[in-house]
């Protein structure tokens, strides 16, 4: 299955792989967005891993570079939304879990 799609990828057009793209990125990009909404709701970012979502984040901002030097539209806009939306959880986690805080102080 997957080698049909890569063989079938073949053969698109400059403006489908670019469509591909921003149909991954939508995706992916909206896979955060429940989970910044349950953290807003809830005011408890309890669950979250900080060191994980930091990491995230530093990955996102280095695939938004990526994408601005090479040019590649679906990659700068979902990862300029993705950013934002991995450094508001990071934020909220800071916020809302002190201990969190103390852990990053220390």
């Known amino acids: 299955m997957i080698l049909a799609i ?3 990828g073949l053969h698109l057009s400059n403006a489908r792989i670019d469509n591909l793209g921003y149909a991954a990125a939508l995706l992916t990009t ?3 967005v429940p989970q910044l ?3 807003i709701r809830l005011h408890s970012a309890r669950d979250i891993s ?3 979502f930091m ?5 996102v901002c280095f695939w938004l570079l990526y994408g601005l030097y090479t040019g590649s539209k ?3 806009a979902s990862n300029s939304v993705t950013l934002v939306l991995a ?4 934020v909220l986690k800071l916020r809302y879990d002190r201990k ?3 852990e990053l102080e220390s």
């Open 50 to 52: 900080l060191p994980t």
């Open 100 to 102: 969190a805080l103390q």
């Open 55 to 59: 990491m995230f984040a530093l990955g």
């Open 87 to 90: 450094i508001s959880i990071v």
């Open 74 to 76: 679906p990659i700068i």
């Open 37 to 39: 909404v349950h953290v």
């Open 6 to 8: 890569l063989f079938l």
């Open 30 to 32: 909206a896979a955060y």
